[in-house]
């Protein structure tokens, strides 16, 4: 499984921004999410999508606020992300692991990542 993640950039508080996480291979029980990194510090969970149930996962901390819809015919899943806040800064991958994990939120579990995208929001 190969990701490619885009779609990072600068946007002031308030404001809305739409990462793109496209996934090339195939697998009928998989699990793709979306983590944040700020410098120096671990990688955080920000919300999963599973299939085949499209069953969906947020972090506390972005509920409400961020969705992450997908495009099935072009294998990509999106992080949309709405009233964003100062505190929402940082670099966001995208990641992916087959077969389900009670543990979906621990960045451990996960053997592919995509690249990072800078994600600033200014206050």
């Known amino acids: 499984v190969q990701l490619q993640a885009s779609g990072g950039g600068l946007v002031q508080a308030g404001g809305s921004l739409r990462l793109s996480c496209g996934a090339s291979g195939s697998s009928s029980d998989y699990i793709l999410s979306w983590f944040r990194q700020d410098p120096g510090k671990e990688r955080k969970f920000v919300a999963s999508v599973r299939w085949p149930t499209s069953r969906t996962y947020y972090a506390d901390s972005v509920k409400g606020r961020f969705t992450v819809p997908r495009d099935n015919s072009k294998n990509t899943l999106y992080l949309q992300m709405n009233s964003l806040k100062p505190e929402d800064t940082a670099v966001y991958y995208c990641?992916?692991?087959?077969?389900?994990?009670?543990?979906?939120?621990?960045?451990?579990?996960?053997?592919?990542w995509g690249q990072g995208t800078q994600v600033t929001v200014s206050s």
């Open positions: 990641a992916a692991r087959m077969h389900w994990s009670t543990d979906y939120y621990n960045p451990g579990q996960y053997y592919y």
